[in-house]
């Protein structure tokens, strides 16, 4: 073997080794070996070199009374953590996210407005605050945009909700706070999120919706890959026809998913606010189901099967054209679904919808906040030394 | 190294240099060695067993007064062939294909119906006529079927404009012709064959729609791999929603694109027979302009208009998924946009549509044929020596 193999074969045992702590979480030294299927000594030096890049640590094993040598268990460190952003149309969220996808703090920040300088601003002051007197060792930041981003450099080709239009918003974070950052459309950082920890977990071919005060957005799984496209703006099933001719689009176009089935109208429905739409689930399913002594909400009940067959056909056309085995549904989309008596994918082709199951998301709220950090923990784990000693 | 990693490389040497020429057609072994990058003792030990497998052949390098060993040209084997077999709503089509895609023999069998027994007959029987005094070594047969063909055994789910449901027609085939069979949806066959030697070659994410008599089929390839789903099935463009609650489809959907843009409607509208489905184009073109002193057929703009109009809504939402770099359009599809006067991306997102071209598909109607027998190229491909060999 040339010394190159060699170099490549470490790398790729960090890389593996990492993730599958990242993915699976905590284990013996033994287990990994099994794992892995590296040789004891080969899986020693790995672990070693890890915790020596500060990345992991090993507990002192028990000691024992029986045969053979006791295995330590290998641990993430705790004190390596990723910032994560995501500007939202009225609100910044900025959270510190731990390898293994371990949210350790998020805050909610309103925001005046949307223009780039504030919410930039706004991010920085963010995190200086969060880190102050914290010991935690930053690795980078990852924005979640609602919006497409472009792959590559980072750019922000469009956020219609945000009014941002060509925004080189990697450029601007990096300087704003000097930490190395990536930026990603946050509908598919969610569905990283939930394919990696969540709902998704394991699924090699899944669709996600997740809809929100900023619209519905998307992303799939394609034979275990991200669907990405030729330029990273793939993923947009908030801006498939339910309706031609429909209501009329932020993105210029009509009788969009997004435009058709939206978060303002069930929650005005409902009498809740925006920032209550947590509740939604629960609020719709109350009102249909009838409470106390109320009747059931017959014209509430019009409004959800109404918007659920619609968004049957956005599903209907994901599942046609993908072949997924899951679709995962987050924010209204799974209020909507749980409170509808519609079968999604009942009008799918039958030896194409036998085979799939629709979920709830299951990360919740931090979906954003663990996505976002997904782009700094892909670098990491691609080539934990590389990425930290610039090799 | 071990004799494992050894065998491997020659493997994966004889699989690459046989898959350049396969794509890009003959050349010198000097231009061989140059774009695969072995060395040329290698190179020379690599074409050597593809000449012993009777794969390739090599012509002697006519004498050259200039400096240097000359470089023979290496070839694909001319007598080495696929089967292809396509059945159809009204025929059988029954093709031999060579390497390279070249398609030796073709025709078209009507079947008095679409039994599987039938058009199973009909389809052995030809393919004994044409190897009959014919020196063809054939290597196997790849079926094109109008439906759902489940990944792995090959059984078709459904194909409904065939009526068949639950037939495992590479066993059977197999049974009839001797020959090693494979199957898979016909669209996304057309797709593979666009995608390697005609308007998809190089396209790394393309998306393809292809309409004929048997309705609409689709397929993508997604960062240069075919998509196929969880089970196979994926690529139904043709049972996308283009009109909610319209036209009752064979699936047992509704308004899907096949149920609301169909061949017959516009054969029909120009007075031509299923059988001249090719002159299709060329009479829209002619009518909608006004021939001779014709004026201009305006009811027929009408209905080119709508019908562009539902390609378009299965088109945007293609686009806003795949974010793809072409659209591939075949068969009565590719007539209907060449008349029509109708933007088919225009309503996509932006950021999308400005990366997308929309193409004509430039195969014709040996895309088939030529999708087919790839079926058959990709076992060959990946191992040829084990191909052959049964190692």
């Not at 640590?57 to 330590?72: F, I, M, V, Y």
């Not at 059931?296 to 918007?307: F, I, M, Q, R, Y």
């Not at 994901?318 to 994918?345: E, M, T, W, Y």
């Not at 663990?370 to 892909?378: D, H, K, Q, S």
């Amino acid at each position: 073997m040339t010394s190159q193999t060699t170099e490549d074969l470490r790398r790729r045992n960090l890389s593996r080794v990492l993730t599958l702590l990242h993915e699976e979480g905590a284990r013996s030294r033994a287990e990994l070996t099994r794992e892995v299927g590296l040789s004891r000594s080969t899986m020693a030096g790995v672990v070693a070199e890890l915790i020596g890049l500060g990345l992991v640590t090993e507990s002192t094993p028990a000691l024992t009374g029986g045969a053979g040598r006791p295995s330590g268990v290998v641990r993430l460190a705790e004190d390596v953590v990723a910032v994560a952003v995501n500007p939202e149309v009225d609100a910044v969220h900025v959270g510190l996210v731990g390898l293994g996808g371990r949210v350790v703090k998020h805050v909610r920040i309103e925001t005046p407005d949307t223009e780039v300088a504030t919410v930039v601003g706004l991010a920085a002051a963010t995190v200086r605050g969060m880190l102050a007197g914290d010991s935690a060792r930053v690795l980078g930041l990852g924005l979640a945009i609602p919006g497409q981003v472009r792959i590559g450099d980072g750019v922000v080709r469009q956020a219609t909700h945000l009014g941002w239009s060509e925004v080189p918003i990697v450029d601007e974070v990096t300087k704003a706070t000097g930490l190395r950052s990536w930026a990603a459309n946050a509908a598919t950082l969610a569905m990283r999120a939930e394919s990696r920890f969540g709902a998704g977990k394991g699924v090699a071919d899944l669709v996600y919706l997740i809809g929100g005060a900023s619209g519905v957005g998307g992303g799939a799984v394609v034979a275990g890959q991200l669907l990405t496209g030729a330029a990273g703006y793939a993923g947009e099933f908030g801006h498939t026809v339910v309706r031609p001719g429909g209501a009329r689009c932020h993105c210029g176009a009509a009788g969009c998913l997004e435009a058709e089935v939206d978060q303002a109208t069930l929650l005005a429905a409902v009498g809740l606010d925006a920032a209550d739409a947590g509740r939604l689930g629960r609020e719709l399913t109350e009102r249909l189901a009838g409470r106390g002594d109320e009747d059931p909400d017959s014209a509430l009940a019009g409004l959800v099967e109404e918007l659920a067959g619609l968004l049957a056909v956005a599903v209907r056309n994901a599942v046609n054209v993908l072949n997924p085995q899951a679709i995962v549904l987050s924010g209204f989309l799974a209020a909507l679904r749980d409170a509808a008596p519609v079968d999604l994918v009942g009008d799918a082709v039958a030896s194409i919808r036998e085979g799939v199951e629709v979920r709830d998301a299951a990360l919740g709220e931090e979906q954003l906040m663990i996505g976002a950090a997904e782009l700094v923990w892909a670098e990491l784990l691609a080539d934990p030394a590389g990425f930290l000693l610039g090799g």
